[in-house]
């Protein structure tokens, strides 16, 4: 017996929800003063931290289409199973 989530909804299977990250922070050429590198800093913080969610999201939509090829595959061998003891 599979345990853990599941992607199935009715109809097809769904496409993941994930949202990537906003696009990556720009590095200027040269930084004129300390708070262009303090700005620069928190953007590139936020961009790993949205990677890092993303990265997260897709691991458990993968990890969950697992779960559900294992499903399919056991329910398909207790249909074997079943034919084969008839």
């Known amino acids: 017996m599979v345990f853990g989530g599941s992607n199935f ?3 097809s299977y769904p496409k993941n929800t994930c949202y990537p990250p906003t ?3 720009f590095k200027p050429y040269q930084f004129n003063n300390q708070f262009e590198i303090d ?3 928190v953007q590139v913080k936020r961009y790993n931290a949205e990677l890092e969610d993303y990265s997260n999201c897709i691991d458990e ?3 969950n289409a697992n779960n ?3 499903r ?3 329910a398909a061998q207790q ?3 079943e034919f ?3």
């Open 84 to 86: 084969n003891n008839l």
């Open 9 to 11: 909804t009715l109809g």
């Open 72 to 74: 399919i595959q056991e």
């Open 68 to 70: 559900d090829i294992k």
């Open 61 to 63: 939509y993968i990890e």
């Open 23 to 25: 696009s990556k922070p």
């Open 79 to 81: 249909a074997i199973n």
């Open 39 to 41: 700005s620069y800093n």
